[in-house]
């Protein structure tokens, strides 16, 4: 699952217990890119606030398809198939699909076509970048902060794509359920982790007739 050792979450204690907590109540178990923070999971909170800001102004289907298109130049694995996936509900497969085989000229239109380019330039090579590429984004109708929010979630994406590539981190088994064929095709870099899913284990039950604090 990753190259470094990780805490066990029937372990966890503290500041790793909550962050556990956290990812288990937006995934509904704790993925194993939150495992490999164990070490450090302030760094993650901190991240997901950033993240969050970064992505406040955006809509969510712009979103999802300027972080798959950066996801797919970054052979992220993870990344590709929780957003390829999140991208298939607000659109559909074919969508998807097109994006992975860099034809997103025939499903969207000029100007999300655009962006999706620019994404992609963004995650492959920031200094590749032309003046003419923006230009080319004014002109069919974004705004400098729009272009801001582009370039800013395609930058960011490469920190958590590289981080769990660096520590050997795959993507979760659960996301690939419901959707095979797609998930193959998003399946751009390191193979997806085939274990179960874990979970937080359930606190103990108070005995019957105690209150809480109450002492034994």
Not at 10 to 20: C, E, F, K, L, Q
Not at 104 to 110: I, P, S, T
Request: glycine share 6%.
């Amino acid at each position: 699952m990753a190259f470094i050792e990780i805490q066990p979450l029937a372990h966890a204690r503290g500041n790793v217990r909550d962050m556990y907590n956290r990812q288990q109540a937006h995934w509904g178990y704790v993925p194993n890119y939150a495992k490999v923070f164990s070490h450090r999971p302030e760094a993650l909170a901190r991240w997901g606030r950033l993240q969050a800001e970064l992505r406040r102004p955006v809509p969510d289907r712009r979103y999802e398809l300027i972080t798959l298109a950066a996801a797919l130049e970054l052979r992220s694995t993870p990344c590709a198939l929780a957003h390829g996936r999140a991208l298939a509900d607000l659109t559909n497969d074919e969508t998807v699909q097109a994006l992975v085989e860099g034809r997103e000229a025939e499903a969207l239109d000029a100007a999300e076509a655009a962006m999706v380019g620019y994404a992609r330039a963004v995650a492959r090579d920031a200094t590749a970048v032309s003046e003419t590429q923006v230009d080319e984004l004014r002109l069919l109708g974004f705004s400098d902060a729009e272009i801001l929010d582009i370039a800013v979630l395609a930058a960011a994406r490469s920190f958590l794509t590289k981080t769990m590539d660096a520590l050997g981190c795959q993507a979760d088994s659960a996301l690939s359920e419901g959707y095979p064929a797609l998930a193959r095709e998003l399946t751009v870099g390191r193979p997806a982790d085939h274990a179960a899913v874990e979970r937080l284990p359930e606190p103990p039950r108070k005995p019957a007739g105690r209150e809480q604090g109450e002492l034994s």
